[in-house]
């Protein structure tokens, strides 16, 4: 099967990162007999450098027709100066918009040799592997009406002001969000649980109700369950091996995977997904990254940890391509690196390791890729 793929390594170590991901890919055409399509370009700080834009028309329409999208990570102290407006952020903000990726996948998985690096006890983590969807593009963050306003009608309120924001959901985008979950489920172990307030909110209310709609109308196959949003963020450090697929709004989804990352361990681990609605040849609209930024304290020196983004591929090949094998493969290829003690310097614990740089990262994992 051929893939098409435009690839974005942005600013700083992402650059270093997703040059061990095509490597990867290299491996993946050499040996499983795949074909991807890669367009290569500029997004962030290097695109504005080049075009004064941090992102192109021409890449945005390229962004629009390619199966995934595959970014490294954008920003740098060189751009804090620039205006709002051509911030590098401000690529990612639009290929994010246009793309109407309402979806965001947080993966939160703990590889068993980096258990110790949890803020939660070994037996509490590995082996976690748990998959929480973020509503993206609706929302609290967007709702209206939202502001400060003077508060004049009301003498007793001290300081005089009020700041509004409006949490507001339709039922169409809380379905199209479940049946990202629940497609999402089908691909791993069939499992879904739904979280919001319904307790003290209308909106949360709504969720419940039309989560389980799409659940008994088009997925009833998949496990569904609800839980409150509260009880889940206690659920998670008591006992996050419970879930699979966890599905919520943008608040409590920006809340969540914050805090199920830090189950895992580094920021250099972890991967991320955003989708939006199926194309033509139904797959979903997609854009694969790594969760941390450019990281300009170590960028140049060959210290970045190149998992986070190699993890993000693994995401690609079974999200967008279907390849859930080849995904599996290259997940334990990285677990058996992390096994044999092979470490970047933002995994080296008190036990010490193999240490590596980029480069050393990617060549372990393409070993063990060979090893099988
Ligand atoms: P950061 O994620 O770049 O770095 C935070 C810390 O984690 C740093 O000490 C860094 O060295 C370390 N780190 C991050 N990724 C690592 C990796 N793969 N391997 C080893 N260590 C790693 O966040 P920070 O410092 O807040 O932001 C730096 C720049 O990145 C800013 O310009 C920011 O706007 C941008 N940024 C971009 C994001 C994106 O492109 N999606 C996300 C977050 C920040
Ligand atoms: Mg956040």
């Known amino acids: ?26 491996w993946f055409q050499a040996n499983r007999g795949m074909s991807f399509d890669i367009s290569t370009d500029l997004v962030g700080g290097a695109a504005y450098d080049a075009h004064g834009t941090p992102l192109t028309d021409a890449t945005m329409a390229k962004a629009q027709e390619v199966d995934a999208v595959l970014l490294g990570a954008v920003g740098g102290p060189k751009y804090d100066v620039l205006d709002f407006s051509v911030k590098p952020e401000r690529g990612l903000l639009r290929l994010r918009k246009e793309m109407d990726l309402f979806a965001n996948l947080r993966p939160a998985q703990c590889f068993d040799a980096l258990a110790d690096f949890s803020s939660l006890k070994r037996e509490v983590v590995a082996g976690l592997d748990i998959l929480i969807v973020r509503e993206l593009t609706s929302g609290v963050y967007f709702g209206e009406p939202r502001g400060i306003h003077a508060d004049d009608n009301n003498p007793e309120n001290e300081g005089g002001r009020v700041g509004i924001n409006t949490q507001r959901y339709t039922s169409g985008e809380i379905r199209r969000a479940a049946r990202s979950a629940f497609e999402l489920a089908r691909k791993r172990s069939n499992k879904v649980c739904s979280m919001e307030k319904a307790n003290v909110m209308e909106s949360g209310i709504l969720w419940r109700e039309e989560v389980q709609w799409v659940h008994d109308n088009e997925y ?50 972890l991967p991320s997904a955003s989708l939006g609605a199926p194309m033509e040849n139904g797959r979903p609209k997609a854009m694969y990254e790594p969760v941390h930024g450019s990281a300009p304290d170590i960028a140049g020196q060959g210290k970045a940890n190149p998992i986070a983004c190699i993890l993000s591929f693994a995401m690609a090949l079974r999200y967008s391509f279907d390849e859930g094998e080849a995904a599996a493969e290259l997940e334990r290829a990285v677990e058996q690196v992390l096994a044999d003690g092979v470490r970047t310097a933002d995994l080296m614990g008190p036990e010490g390791g193999v240490p590596v740089s980029t480069s050393g990262m990617g060549d372990a994992v393409l070993a063990a890729l060979s090893a099988g």
């Open 1 to 26: 099967d051929s893939y098409s793929l435009l690839i974005l390594p942005g600013d700083g170590i992402g650059p270093e990162v997703m040059e061990q991901v095509t490597r990867v890919i290299d």
């Open 220 to 269: 009833p196959d998949v496990e569904l369950t609800h839980m409150y949003a509260d009880n889940g963020a206690m659920q998670l450090v008591r006992n996050p091996k419970q879930f699979d697929v966890i599905v919520t709004d943008n608040l409590f989804g920006d809340l969540l995977s914050d805090a199920a990352a830090m189950l895992t361990g580094s920021l250099g681990m």
